[in-house]
């Protein structure tokens, strides 16, 4: 098993920035793939970001595209999400994950998600 457990969540005004980190536990063994999800209140869970094991193939989502920066560190089995001007439809409850192979696949279930970490923008 492995645990996902996130950290940098709290309350900022928009156009502040935040740093959210997931530190991996348990049974990191072999390449995986992590990204970033988001859930507000009413909404589907969306995806933001998603790394490769190597962090040389990155995804955005078209919204958050130019402000937000994903990064890993597999030494450390951390993955990193890097928020700039936020605005207050980023608001959230963001959540890390993780799935096992090279890149991230929508064709593959999600193996392990972390508990999420509340990110709320007041204007």
């Known amino acids: 098993q492995v645990q996902l457990v996130e950290s940098g969540g709290g309350l900022v005004q928009a156009g502040g920035s935040l740093r959210l980190s997931c530190a991996a536990s348990?049974?990191?063994?072999?390449?995986?793939?992590m990204g970033w999800f988001r859930q507000a209140p009413g909404k589907e869970r969306e995806s933001v970001a998603t790394?490769?094991?190597?962090?040389?193939?990155?995804y955005y989502a078209d919204s958050v595209k130019g402000r937000f920066t994903i990064s890993r560190d597999n030494a450390k089995n951390t993955v990193t999400l890097q928020m700039n001007s936020l605005k207050p439809e980023d608001t959230a409850v963001y959540y890390c994950?993780?799935?096992?192979?090279?890149?991230?696949?929508?064709?593959?279930?999600?193996?392990?998600w972390g508990q999420g970490t509340q990110v709320t923008v007041s204007s």
């Open positions: 994950a993780a799935k096992y192979g090279t890149t991230w696949s929508r064709h593959q279930g999600t193996d392990y």
């Open positions: 348990g049974r990191t063994v072999g390449s995986y793939a």
């Open positions: 790394i490769s094991w190597s962090g040389g193939t990155t």
